[in-house]
């Protein structure tokens, strides 16, 4: 009987443990997303010009030139479900301009501002771009057709 009891005390301490772990885990996770959270808002101006550069060279779409890019004030971040990466997603209003003597010199639409979503991602040391922008969706749109990758972080 002794025995039993010692049994079943050792896997109360080993369950407090674990819960005790798991809380620390959590808190720190949170913590770091906060940080990371705040140092997008420290370097979002330079972020911003560095979607701008690496959008305007990734030759899409095709036939157009990046012009102008105003960004939303608002930003939505989402955790990636298998990584714990965060991700940052702005709105944004894209101005093109066609390639002279290219396919789209003569839509008369190029001109119109598209709406999009600009998309950062923090790779554990630093937010980073690649300058994608998801077209016609806002950032909660964005985050919400990605539901089975990302979960939205407030």
């Known amino acids: 009987m002794a025995i039993v009891l010692v049994v079943i005390g050792i896997f109360i301490a080993l369950g407090i443990v674990l819960w005790q772990f798991q809380k620390f885990t959590e808190r720190h996770r949170e913590t770091r997303v906060l940080q990371w959270q705040n140092e997008f808002q420290q370097r979002r101006e330079w972020l911003e010009a560095r979607f701008y550069d690496a ?3 990734r030759g899409s779409p095709r036939g157009l030139l990046w ?3 105003d960004f939303d004030n608002r930003i939505a971040f989402a955790r990636d479900r ?4 965060l991700t940052a997603f702005v709105g944004v209003a894209i101005q ?3 390639i002279q003597d290219g396919d789209m010199e003569d839509v008369a639409a190029v001109a119109n501002q598209k709406a999009a979503t600009a998309v950062f991602h923090h790779n ?4 980073t771009t ?4 998801i077209f016609n969706l806002n950032p909660d749109e964005a985050i919400e057709y990605y539901q089975s990758e990302l979960e939205p972080v407030k």
Not at 82 to 85: A, K, P, Y
Not at 124 to 127: A, F, T, V
């Open 55 to 57: 959008a305007s060279k």
């Open 130 to 133: 690649d300058g994608r922008a």
């Open 82 to 85: 298998r990584n714990g990466g």
């Open 124 to 127: 554990g040391q630093e937010w």
């Open 96 to 98: 093109f301009e066609a």
């Open 67 to 69: 012009k102008e890019i």
